[in-house]
C-alpha cells in the first residue's frame, strides 16, 4: 500500500548538481527515517544519507560536505541535493523510508532507483 516515487536523476558533468526527490505515498501512519543508498554496477548497495523524523542527518564519508538531505513532512518527501558532483558517484540511487501504516508497524519501503550519472 506504500509506495516511494524517485525522480531528479540524469546525466551531469562533474562538477555539476543534481536534486533528487522521492515522495512518499499510500496508507501512511507516520514516517520515521527515510534515506538514500546508491548501487553501482558489480557493487554492494551502500548508504548515502539518512534523515531521521527530528532532523537528524547522517552522511557517509564520501558525500560529506558535498551532498544535502531535507524532508518535508507534510509532502512526505525526502530530497537530497548533491553538488560537486564526481564520475565515483555515478550509481542508481534508492529511496528508503522506514513507514507505519494504520495496519503495520515501521516497515522498510524502497523506490525503484533513479539512475545518476557524472561524466568526466
Known amino acids: 500500500q506504500v509506495q516511494l516515487v524517485e525522480s531528479g536523476g540524469g546525466l551531469v558533468q562533474a562538477g555539476g548538481s543534481l536534486r533528487l526527490s522521492c515522495a512518499a505515498s499510500?496508507?501512511?501512519?507516520?514516517?520515521?527515517?527515510m534515506g538514500w543508498f546508491r548501487q553501482a554496477p558489480g557493487k554492494q548497495r551502500e548508504l548515502v544519507a539518512t534523515i531521521t523524523n527530528g532532523g537528524s542527518t547522517n552522511y557517509a564519508d564520501s558525500v560529506k560536505g558535498r551532498f544535502t538531505i531535507s524532508r518535508d513532512n507534510a509532502k512526505n518527501t525526502v530530497y537530497l541535493q548533491m553538488n560537486s558532483l564526481k564520475p565515483d558517484d555515478t550509481a542508481v540511487y534508492y529511496c528508503?523510508?522506514?513507514?507505519?501504516?494504520?495496519?503495520?508497524?515501521?516497515?522498510?519501503?524502497w523506490g525503484q532507483g533513479t539512475q545518476v550519472t557524472v561524466s568526466s
Open positions: 528508503n523510508a522506514q513507514v507505519r501504516t494504520h495496519f503495520s508497524g515501521y516497515i522498510n519501503h
Open positions: 499510500g496508507s501512511i501512519f507516520s514516517i520515521n527515517t
